[in-house]
Each structure stands twice: as C-alpha cells, then as structure tokens.
C-alpha cells in the first residue's frame, strides 16, 4: 500500500460548481500536511497548509481526520483556472529530520 | 528572494551518455528532495538529504543514478548509461527544517527536463 494515496481522477467539474476530493495516509505518525497544485508542465506550487481544525483560503477549504487518516480539499465556485493536478503531501519526523511524501495527484478538469 | 534554482534547464543527451544535473536549494534549508516526473504522472521520489545525515536512498531506479550534496548545499544528481526511460523532468526541492514542529512545506526548482535519444 502507497503512504499517501489520492483518486487521480480526473474530476469533470462545471464551472461554478463545487468540488471535493480526498487524499489517505498510511503513517498514523504523519505530523503536517499540505496541498500543492500543479499545472501541466509545471513544477508543484503550495496551495495551502492544512491544521488540525480545518482552514480555509478564499474559496478553497482543507480538512484533516486523523482519526480515519484522511485529508480533504473543497473548491467552491470553481473556475477554469482551477483545472490543476492536486497532490497531497504529508510531513512525517523521522530520526534523520522531516521526510515529505507526495501522493500522485488528483486531475481537476473545469469545464465551462 | 531566491528560490531553488536548477540546471540545465533542458538536456538532450545520446542513450548511453553520463548526465549531471545540478540542484541549489534555498539558502539555509537543510532538506534536500529529487524527485522526477515522466510526462502525465505523478511525481516518484528518488533521494532526500537532511542536513549532515546520511541521505535516504530508497527512491533510486538503480545503480545507474547517485546525487550528492556538497556542504550541505549544492547538489548534482548523476545519471550514468543513460537509458530512454530516464527521460522525465526532474525536480530538485528543498525546505527549512524547524525543531519538532516540521511544519515546513518544500519550495521547488522549475525542473530540468531530460531527454535521452
């Protein structure tokens, strides 16, 4: 089983429209956690951190259960600039330092 | 501020040539991660520094490939008989490593795209 896993899709969305996905961590040690987006040929940009109590950031909201080891992404009113590969990363400590695993991505197409 | 800078920007090498690809992180991060990214997939890890620790290697294809880290700064990736499935984008990031907290997200290069005829 991956450490990080996502649904690749991709996520058919109209534009307007709201749309969730989810990210599953094997690693009940993992301590931090991110979303990064990346447009197609381009190098993984951080979107957003994700804490304990959920945390939004304009139209887009991030939720974390540790109890069932997932993470969500919500995109409300989505637009086409939305239409992005989102990948999960999460931070796990290690005896060495901080290790970073990402997960392979979920396509999000926004369609007009 | 600077970012993580890589080079070259593209390569385009012969099937069975050595490569180097070179990777400078942001001054004063202490972690350093290679991954590499074949065209519509997601991203495979390759190699992480942290600080003066011995690097974890576990995300290597093969014998083929070796980075190093030299003061804990620069880095080169190596690639040596290079094969037609090392083409990928490779992507060097690093990050600043804060105590227990490790609530520190990495910052990414723009990637060398490789391409091995």
């Known amino acids: 089983r991956k450490e990080v896993e996502q649904d690749p899709g991709p996520f058919n969305v109209p534009e307007g429209a709201t749309v969730a996905f989810n990210c599953t961590y094997s690693?009940?040690?993992?301590?931090?956690f991110f979303w990064y987006r990346q447009d197609c040929r381009k190098e993984p940009k951080l979107l957003m951190s994700v804490y304990s109590s959920g945390n939004e950031d304009g139209r887009f909201t991030a939720q974390l259960n540790r109890a069932s080891q997932y993470i969500s992404l919500l995109i409300r009113d989505s637009k086409l600039s939305d239409s992005a590969t989102y990948l999960c990363v999460v931070n796990i400590r290690e005896a060495a330092g901080n290790k970073l695993t990402f997960g392979g991505g979920t396509r999000v197409l926004v369609k007009p | 501020g600077a970012g993580v800078s890589q080079s070259p920007s593209n390569k385009v090498t012969e099937k069975g040539k050595d490569v180097e690809l070179r990777c400078d992180p942001i001054?004063?991060?202490?972690?350093l991660y290679w991954y590499r990214q074949s065209l519509g997939q997601g991203l495979e890890f390759l190699i992480y520094f942290q600080g003066n620790s011995a690097p974890d290697k576990s995300g290597l294809p093969s014998d083929r490939f070796s980075a190093e880290r030299t003061g804990g700064s620069v880095s080169t990736l190596t690639i040596q008989r290079t094969q037609q499935e090392d083409s990928a984008v490779y992507l060097c990031?690093?990050?600043?490593?804060?105590?227990?907290?490790?609530?520190?997200?990495?910052?990414f290069g723009d990637g060398t795209r490789l391409s091995i005829l």
């Open positions: 001054s004063g991060h202490t972690a």
């Open positions: 690693n009940s040690a993992s301590q931090s």
């Open positions: 990031a690093s990050s600043l490593e804060l105590g227990q907290r490790g609530n520190q997200p990495q910052h």
